[in-house]
Structure formats: C-alpha cells, structure tokens
C-alpha cells in the first residue's frame, strides 16, 4: 500500500524536540535569536514572514523583524545586515526574497555571515554542501532529507531525478542526495524527453512549481515521489506539481500538497536557527 | 567520422592568446604572478609543480614555488597563504595536493583569498559556480568546456553522464554542463547499472582514472566522450578510463589519453592567473 508521506507529522515532533532543546539552552541564558529583513509590500512575502515568526515563537526563538520600503539603497540594508552580523542575540539572519531591482541580491547574501546564514544561500554554505562539508543547507531540501529518513527511505544505490533547478530546491537536494550515495540526475525546462528519465526514478523530486507537471504515465512502479510544488488554483486550492490522486496509486511513497514538503521548510528555519545557538555556546 | 579531439591543439592556441595578453599586461607595468606551494616529498606533486612552473614561465607569468618538508605545522602554511594573500605581485595562489595528515586540507583552502583562488576550490568559488554566479572555475572541468566550444559541441538539451563525483572533476563539471542547459546524470562507485546510463548519454565524461572502465559497449552510437583519466600502466605507457580504440569507432567525438583533457589543465591554470591579474587591474 502506498504510504503518505506528511511533512506535518515530522514537523510537529521536530517542533516539539526543538522546544525543548530551547528550553535547556535557556538554563544556560542563551535564547536563539532569529533576524528577519523583508522589504517591500510583497503580500505573499509578508505573510511568509509572519508564519516564521510565529512559529519561530512558538518555540522560544526570539525573533526580530525589520521592514523597509521597496526604495530602499542598498547600503542600508548592507548596514542593517552587518549589524545583525555583530549582535550576539542573534544567531539567525533571514533576507526575505526576491529584492526590488535596485539591490543586488549576490551582494546581500553574501554579506550575511556564514555563520548565521540559516537560509543557506551564502556561496560559502552552497560550496560546502557540494564539499560535503558541515554548514547551513538550505531549509526546504533538508526538510526532505528528513522526511525521507523519517520515513525509512534509504538513498544510497538509489537513482534520485530531481525535476527543476533552483538554487533554492533542486540544486541542493540533488548535492544532498548525491553525498548519499544516489546516482542523481538534474532535469528542467530545458530537458528532452523528460517522461523517458523520470520513468527511471527510484526517488523522484519535483520542484518546478507548475501544477500536474508529473502523470501516472511519467513514474515508475514504487517510486518514491517528493512534491514541493505549490500552485494556487483559482479556486483556491493548493495543488503540487505532481498529479497525486492518480500517481499515487503507483507509487510506494508520496508526499501529499498541501501538508507535505511544506510544513518541513519553517521546521527546518527553526532547526537552523537553533543549530546555530548551539554551535556558538560551543564555540564560546 | 569520429572526431578526435587533441587538448594539445587548443591549449597551444590558448596559450599563445596568454602569451600575448601577458605582453599586453606588460605594457602597463603588470607581471601577472602566480604562488605555488608545496608540503612533502611526493614524487608526481614535484612533478606536477614543476610543469606548472615551466608553463608559467614560458609564457610570462612570474611564479614563487615554495617547498615545505611533510612535518610542516598548520599555522606555518597559513602564516605563507596569509602572506601571498596580501602580496600584491601574486594574482594566483595554489597549495599542490594531497597535504600531510596533520594539516587540515578544508582550512588551508579556506584561507586562500577567493580572489586569488586559481584552482576554484574554496567553497565559496564552488558555491559561485553551482549558482552560476562568476568565480573561478577549477582547471580540468574549465579545460573540458572550453574543448567542447573549441570543437564545437552543443551542450544545451544534451543528456551529459558525469563519471565520478571529485570535488575538483565529476561535481564541477556537472555544474557547468548544467548551467550550459544539458540535463545532468551524477554516476560513481555506488551506481548500480551504470551501463544502463552510460549509454543513454549524450555527452559522456569520465574521471575515475581507472583503466577501462568505459567499453564499447556501455556508450551510445554517436556519443561525445571525454576521458579525464590517466592510469599509469606497468609498461609506462598512460591510458585513460575509456577503452579509447574500441569505444573511438561508434563515438562522435572523442579525447584521447595522453594528448586530450591533460595538457588543458595547466593551461587553465595559466588562463586563471591571467584573467586574476585582469579583474585586478579592473578594479583598481
């Protein structure tokens, strides 16, 4: 029987564990601080931002957000991040993407240091996970590596596509899976005959944010089928980019959309953020 | 008819074009300068120093070779790179590999100063490559793209199989071939059936360096093949990683081991440390 695979169940005990891991930081006087620097009025990216401060508090995670107009200079927001770099209550710096046109958004990444990069995105975090060298992973596709090793899904020997390239999703998650040993391959827009490799996934991935982009004519018997899409339909409905009512009955394992991959990527922000509390008391 | 293609050829082009760029360069009183450090008495890495050196020098570049014994302590390199890193005669700066157990190979990249990290592996050159962002590109991989331009294959919407994972061959020039739009297969020794996906590539590269790993038999009719092998047998002769006479008859193109991807190499090197002392000048 095909088993569903729920970020929300994973999420839910994560959360709890990370609770709890807050609390014993605090008998040490340490609260992990959390800095979030949104600009603009991107409805979508305000309410991204509300949902990780909550969560965030949930836990015990201070955190701070900062807002600024969309015709903010670029050394402003420079000067704000290094503040954030210097401030010993906050272990966690998070720039809401995308930036308005006049910011560099290369600049900006890499002006937060490594350190409290818990988005991942710095290039120095990005080389190190191609490395295989401890550093931040970015917050979704490690959010799947746990799903998959929650769920008991081995990937070593196994044939991982991933379906789309961003530097967000599909470039780690395939630097993940290839450092554990799964033969990977990295499809996208401009891949010919996607059905014919896709057929060959033992672990399939898909993040292209376009709904039904993967049919039951597309996968192969007892795959493993992670979607991170997350298109809303006019209805209103969330739907992923995998068909998964008929795909499902093919496949072993599936994540369902919503309450899938998504719930795992403000976990793993959490966990990020907590981790990097953590690794400075140790350094200290 | 297959194409043979000699690495020879295009890297005493290139190195001719650097020569003149040299002149050039020369002209506004700039040498550029190239560092190379080397801990122990490993017989092929004075080898390998010697030909970069000789290469540097016959085109113009200024190159410092250091040599340390194998009981080198950690802070004594680092105090070395530190110096270079400040030094503004040296645009380029490279620690030969492997280095002596007690020296911690991941911090001894880390402290060379990206800009002047010729051979592209600190992580966050490794990061700007993955990200498709400009940074400096390890040698072997940015040989192999600059043959394939040079003997004009088309890459885009290629299936290109990647043969081995290294940190300096099998990742990076996946990620070139990826941001040059082919769809991207990371095989290595945990791969099961690798013939299967051997021979569904388009544009086959392979860096094992272990001989005869590739026959016949494992590739395509009318594939690409570049072999970044280089196996001393016991007769002194060199092979590569492809059974190269076999495999020459029903592939395309194809390099050839010795004369193919090895004299790039080095030429990149050369063509690293000049474009350093390039972007230098740029931004003074």
Redesign the interface.
Known sequence: MTKIMYGTELANKMRSDLKNEVEDLAKKNIQPGLAVIIVGDDYASKTYVRIKRNAAEKIGIYSKIVEFTDDLQEETLIKKINEFNEDESIHGILVQLPLPPQIDE?KILETIKPEKDVDGF???????L??N?P?FIPCTPLGIEKMLTYYGVEV??K?AVIVG?S?IVG?PI??IL?NK????????S???NLKE?TKQADLLIVAVGQAHTITEDMIKKGAVIVDVGNTYLESGKVVGDVAFEEVKEKADFITPVPKGVGPMTITMLLYNTVLSAKTQISQD
Not at 122 to 128: A, D, E, S
Not at 181 to 188: E, K, M, Q
Request: contains cysteine; glycine residues 12%.
């Open positions: 290369r710095h290039p120095i975090n990005v080389g190190r191609s490395n060298q550093g070593a020997g044939h390239r530097n470039k395939g630097q290839l040993d799964a033969t990977v391959t990295f499809c996208h401009k891949t010919k490799i």
